[in-house]
């Protein structure tokens, strides 16, 4: 994928979405200067999937609640296997 035709506003729930969850502490700060944090909250309590790690770093660094975040309500959907 050649990073120079991506539109940072078109695809910014993506950019959020991949910096949330893979990215390390500099690319957030980036994403963070470049959207503001009331584009990412808004962006990340609407997201389908966050692993446990980026959720609860969410809910500490924006103050939220896990409840606040639809991925949230869906894990409670739709119960995994459990982990031995």
Excluded: N
Excluded at 1 to 15: F, G, Y
Excluded at 46 to 62: G, K, N, Q, V
């Amino acid at each position: 994928m050649d990073l120079a035709k991506v539109d940072m506003h078109k695809h910014a729930r993506t950019v959020i979405e991949r910096v949330m969850t893979r990215g390390t502490w500099t690319e957030f700060k980036s994403i963070l200067a470049f959207y503001g944090p009331t584009k990412i909250r808004e962006t990340v309590t609407t997201l389908r999937h966050l692993d446990d790690r980026t959720l609860s770093f969410c809910c500490a660094y924006f103050d939220l609640e896990k409840s606040d975040f639809r991925c949230h309500h869906l894990r409670q959907l739709f119960p995994s296997h459990w982990v031995y």
